[in-house]
């Protein structure tokens, strides 16, 4: 059975980074990998995606020009590198996981695998 598990949360300061890791049970071949996000009291929201096959990516618009997704196929594990994080960056990042190799950021029911999540939380 595909699994995904985050690995990489912590605490951080404002404007520092950090780097998630989502390591995969299989094969990232036919599968596209998105990063959503849930702090307390809010919508859970798509941070970033990657359709592993052909490299393109998608980000969600508050975390363009800060965030970069990558992925690492002989490793099976995609990559969300985070810098100059904020205080609104706080929260519990899902790594999720669809075999249609669609990024659709807009709609987590699209995504069929998820991780336990790994917390962030920007502090100073």
């Known amino acids: 059975q595909f699994k995904v598990v985050e690995s990489g949360g912590g605490l951080v300061q404002p404007e520092g980074s950090l780097r998630l890791s989502c390591s995969a049970s299989?094969?990232?071949?036919?599968?596209?990998i998105a990063w959503f996000r849930q702090a307390p009291g809010k919508k859970r929201e798509g941070v970033s995606c990657?359709?592993?096959?052909?490299?393109?990516?998608d980000y969600g618009d508050s975390v363009k020009g800060r965030f970069t997704i990558s992925r690492d196929n002989a490793k099976n594990t995609v990559y969300l590198q985070m810098t100059n994080l904020k205080h609104e960056d706080t929260g519990v990042y899902y790594c999720?996981?669809?075999?249609?190799?669609?990024?659709?950021?807009?709609?987590?029911?699209?995504?069929?695998?998820w991780g336990q999540g790994t917390q962030v939380t920007v502090s100073s």
């Open positions: 990657i359709v592993s096959r052909d490299g393109s990516t």
């Open positions: 299989g094969s990232l071949d036919n599968y596209a």
């Open positions: 999720a996981a669809n075999n249609f190799r669609l990024c659709v950021l807009q709609d987590a029911q699209v995504f069929d695998w």
